[in-house]
């Protein structure tokens, strides 16, 4: 352990729902032991200004104060707006200063979005406020104690892919059967763990050992968090942990961060799980009143957001408790409801009203809208998923002939990826262009981690997995004995695995060709390490490329797929030039933790779907190029369309057959098709087929219980089916295999993605910029350093693109890689 995560763990900060009855709040958010820092100059005009155009539900939300705030906001209620207004508003009411603020969302597009709001409200200050997700705004506060937590402060952040890695070094170690234990399992549940806020050592407590499961994953657990702190890393599940671990064990650190943020405000809260539910506790700091023991006090004033109809992440964590529950868990709290929709018209909510309604145990909530009913929904029943395929095919069709609709208008969504492939079958048939939302994400692509991985390594050298990672890749003749031999040194003399490498000549068995290959190593990430040193993040990416000979390789290839990967590193490297040109005094450190937040924190919680602002680009584009836009209803949360296709909507497969004897997971399945209605704005299209092929057969499967659950008279039937609507029963499903991709149909334009990059040459191909030419210098040359300033050549070795400098400075005598370094002769 960093330290016992149990110090501190008072009823207050234990994280636990508080099982008193007593109102907490009363006195407001100030208090004896932390007074409030003076707020902002008041301005009562700019103030009224902020209220114009809210409905009163709105502005109510936006001008309360005294007490925990829950607001709950429905689909298309303008809750975005009310948060960004809510906080310009505490500005111009001076009733906080913006560094007393911290806004809390799910996702970096999220974060963005809020921060271009708020600085549309209040001008530049927002650039300086505390707007970002739950595992940034963890970062910059670990960053800070990082000491209080046992680590430095460049620790590495590992992605689920590095945890994997990590997971399946442990296991194989204690030789574990990997097909009886799979790392993957084992990774989730650690994840699970964590963020359950049950630590290694508690789990190693509580495990059953009668269970072999249970049992290997207290050891492996034990074993990962060991590798972790030798590695210097956190996972991200470790982000959110180890900060409420650290608040509750050190209440000095704990109480900076309270007396700092007296408003702190949290988007999509039905979204939480239990660590983040405990971090919102710790940071809002419940204490108790010292008049009435009982009685538990925020002692700042606390916002939540959400809507408990559309938490649709629970096998992710996210516990729908956390909101339905937030006036136990804040008896004092107000609650005001958003249910004014400015997105669709009043038939497809009431559709929705009718549908979202049956789950039980759930806060009375009814969308309406001022814009009419609309238009009817259009439900269709196909003989089979070709024939649902086709009739969404022509209903396009007509779409654009009689209400010139725009294929980019339409979404079609589908419960898993693998009901997508009739449809795209169809679209290709009849020529319309279309793009699937989905596939790998951009950071888990293998080229973009091994990419990654060296740049990381430059960084942080004790970070083993990363560094194994790379090890021998591209391959540098430096196999498992060689690297085992290695390790067991490093194990034996109790030092980092890059310390062994460096004194691999005492590894026993360690060949002398595999020795001097280590050696080679060894000098290769301490030359690209000069270069990060001393010419910024692109460089150190373009001589990571190029120095190890990655680009050529793959150039070199004549497998198809590795042209594509070419393609990809040519975008990583656009975004790392990109993120130069935004961030001028931005390190490779830093840009590595952007890339980490934005790979994991956006992640979709579907696993195949990628990360939130991927999918956003995706919709965007394909809106742009006017083409259909196909994704699974979990993606779609928070998207919008005019037209939406809700497909498969059969007994079996949504709701998902697993649902069918378990009420927890049908009230979820409810909520998804709930985000699924709410998703379109003009037209709904409800179709499901009579018969599917699953796994070669043919099933039968009854329609859909949500779709006997919208009130008949806002359907119009196209077809209905031999036997006409079927409500009940519920037919067995297999599971597909997942399917996504994109085609781009007749008249669709192609997508250039060289960014710059070259294609084969002879005398190029392991260069990311053929043009630039080496530097020319001798000894006694004078020469100027963008970041180093004026020096004196001392010395030069090597030839070509290999050619180093060694350069005397004021700040002391630098080696340089000449192709990277930002160099220019003086005379």
């Not at 911290?102 to 708020?118: W, Y």
């Not at 997995?465 to 430096?478: M, S």
């Not at 498992?480 to 040194?489: G, I, N, S, T």
């Not at 939130?612 to 919008?640: I, S, W, Y």
Request: glycine residues 8%; negative net charge; aromatic residues 8%.
């Amino acid at each position: 352990m960093l330290f016992d995560p149990h110090l501190g763990s008072s009823p207050a900060s234990s994280g636990k729902r508080p099982t008193s009855t007593a109102r907490p709040g009363s006195a407001g958010p100030e208090s004896a032991e932390a007074p409030r820092p003076a707020g902002g100059r008041r301005d009562d005009a700019r103030a009224r200004e902020l209220l114009v155009g809210l409905n009163p539900q709105q502005e109510e939300a936006v001008r309360h104060s005294g007490s925990p705030l829950l607001i709950v906001a429905g689909a298309g209620s303008g809750k975005t707006r009310v948060l960004s207004h809510r906080i310009a508003y505490l500005l111009a009411m001076g009733r906080a200063h913006h560094g007393e603020i911290l806004a809390i969302t799910f996702t970096n597009k999220a974060a963005a979005e809020m921060r271009e709001r708020i600085e549309a409200l209040v001008g530049d200050v927002a650039k300086r406020m505390w707007i970002s997700t739950f595992h940034s705004s963890c970062v910059r506060i670990l960053r800070r104690e990082a000491a209080s937590v046992g680590l430095n402060s460049n620790f590495s952040i590992y992605d689920s892919a590095d945890t994997l890695r990590l997971v399946t070094l442990v296991a194989k170690g204690l030789d574990l059967d990997p097909k009886r234990f799979t790392p993957k399992s084992i990774q989730h549940k650690i994840s699970a763990l964590k963020n359950e806020l049950i630590d290694e050592e508690s789990y190693a407590g509580s495990a059953n050992y009668s269970d072999p499961f249970e049992q290997a994953v207290a050891e492996v657990y034990k074993g990962y968090a060991q590798r972790m702190r030798q590695a210097n890393a956190m996972d991200f599940d470790d982000l959110i942990a180890q900060t409420v671990y650290m608040f509750r064990a050190f209440p000095g650190v704990a109480d900076y961060y309270r007396r700092r943020f007296r408003h702190v405000l949290v988007d999509e809260y039905q979204d939480t799980n239990h660590a983040q539910y405990a971090l919102v506790r710790e940071i809002v700091g419940i204490t108790q009143d010292p008049a009435d023991g009982a009685e538990l006090i925020p002692n700042a004033e606390l916002t939540v957001v959400g809507d408990s109809d559309q938490s649709i992440y629970a096998f992710r964590g996210a516990d729908v408790r956390n909101i339905v529950e937030f006036e136990n868990d804040y008896p004092n709290a107000r609650t005001i409801l958003l249910e004014q929709n400015y997105r669709s018209t009043q038939t497809i909510l009431s559709a929705a009203n009718a549908v979202i309604s049956r789950n039980p145990d759930r806060p009375d909530k009814k969308l309406w809208t001022a814009e009419g009913d609309g238009e009817p929904i259009v439900g269709y029943v196909g003989e089979n998923e070709h024939e649902e395929a086709r009739f969404i095919a022509e209903e396009i069709d007509r779409l654009q002939d009689e209400d010139d609709l725009r294929p980019g208008d339409v979404a079609i969504f589908y419960r898993t990826n693998a009901q997508s492939r009739s449809i795209e079958e169809i679209l290709m048939r009849v020529g319309l262009p279309y793009k699937v939302v989905g596939g790998t994400r951009f950071y888990e692509r293998k080229e973009i981690k091994d990419a990654l991985a060296y740049l990381r390594v430059l960084v942080n050298q004790d970070d083993v997995v990363n560094l194994r990672r790379i090890l021998n890749e591209p391959k540098r003749g430096i196999g498992d004995r060689a690297e085992y031999a290695v390790a067991a040194l490093a194990e034996r003399e109790r030092m980092s695995f890059m310390a062994g490498l460096r004194r691999a000549d005492e590894a026993p068995g360690l060949a002398t060709r595999s020795l001097n290959a280590v050696n080679g190593f060894v000098k290769l990430i301490d030359d690209l390490a000069e270069v990060a040193d001393g010419s910024g993040a692109s460089a150190a990416l373009e001589a990571v490329l190029e120095q190890t000979g990655y680009l050529a390789q793959l150039r070199l290839s004549s497998d198809p797929q590795d042209e594509s990967r070419v393609e990809n590193l040519a975008e990583l490297v656009a975004v790392v030039r990109e993120y130069e040109q935004d961030n001028p005094d931005g390190t490779l450190g830093d840009f590595l933790e952007q890339v980490s937040l934005v790979a994991d924190a956006d992640q979709i919680p579907s696993a195949p779907e990628g990360s939130a602002a991927e999918v956003e680009q995706a919709v965007a584009e394909a809106k742009r190029l006017g083409v259909v836009t196909l994704m699974t209803l979990h993606t779609a949360k928070g998207l919008e369309f005019p037209v939406v296709f809700l497909t498969g909507m059969e007994q079996g497969i949504f709701p998902h057959q697993r649902s069918a004897t378990d009420p927890k997971e049908l009230a979820e399945e409810r909520r998804l098709a709930y985000v699924g209605l709410t998703r379109a704005r003009k037209r709904l299209y409800i179709t499901r087929s009579e018969v599917r092929s699953m796994w070669g057969q043919s099933q039968y499967n009854p329609a859909s219980q949500f779709v006997g659950e919208v009130p008949s008279e806002l359907i119009t039937w196209k077809r209905e089916g031999a036997s006409g609507p079927m409500w009940a029963g519920g037919g067995a499903i297999g599971g597909g295999n997942k399917f996504s991709g994109s085609y781009w149909g007749a008249g669709a334009g192609g997508d250039d993605s060289g960014r710059g990059l070259p294609t084969r040459s002879a005398t190029v191909v392991g260069r990311v910029q053929p043009q630039k030419e080496v530097l020319s210098v001798a000894v006694g040359d004078k020469v100027n350093h963008t970041s180093f300033g004026n020096g004196t050549i001392l010395a030069v070795e090597g030839a070509g693109d290999k050619t180093v400098a060694k350069v005397s400075f004021d700040v002391g005598e630098k080696r340089l890689l000449l192709r990277y370094a930002p160099l220019t002769k003086t005379g």
